[in-house]
C-alpha cells in the first residue's frame, strides 16, 4: 500500500456540517422545554387558575359558602380563600407563571390600581362579578399579551389572545 491510496486523518467538511446541523435541531427542540423547568408553564397556570375559578363558583353555588379569590399585581400571583375557612397558608398563593405579569384588572367595568391588591367575591348562590385580567408574559423575545375572562354566569374562565377591554 503506497502513502497517497491511505486516507487522512480527520472529518470533512461534509461530515462536520451534518453533525453541527443535527446539533442545532436537537437545541432548537429541546431549548424551549429546558427553560420551562422550574417553574409552571403559562398553560399549566391558567388550567390551575380556571380549575380553582370554577371550585369556588362550585363552592358557592352549591353549598351556599361564599368564596373569594385575590389578586395580586405586585407578585403576579392569586390566591382562592373561604373567609369562614380556619387556616390560611401561604401555601394557597399561586403565580401566574414565570415572566408573567398582570397589566391591567378590571371587575364590573371599573379598572383597578395595580399597585393594590383586588379581590372579586363568590356570593353564595353562584354570584359573582365580571372580571377581565389582562396578562403579559415577557419571556419570549416577542412579548404576549392575553386577558383572561372570568365569565359570571358558570365561573368558567375564558382565555383570549390579546388585551381586552370590555364593558361589562
Known sequence: MSRNSRRPAGFTLVEL???LFLLGLILWIAAPRLAAIGGDSREAAIRKFSANSEAAFDG????????????????????????????????DRHDFGNNVT???ITIEGDDRRLDAVSEVRYLPGGRLADLLI????????????????LDPVTGSVDVIEGNLQKDA
Open 17 to 19: 456540517s451534518i453533525v
Open 60 to 91: 358557592a353555588l352549591f353549598e351556599k359558602k361564599e368564596w373569594r379569590l385575590q389578586i395580586d399585581p405586585g407578585s403576579s400571583s392569586y390566591r382562592f380563600y373561604s373567609p369562614s375557612s380556619l387556616h390560611d397558608s401561604p401555601e
Open 134 to 149: 389582562r396578562l403579559k408574559d415577557a419571556s419570549n423575545a416577542a412579548p404576549i399579551a392575553w386577558t383572561l375572562h
Open 102 to 104: 398582570i397589566t391591567g
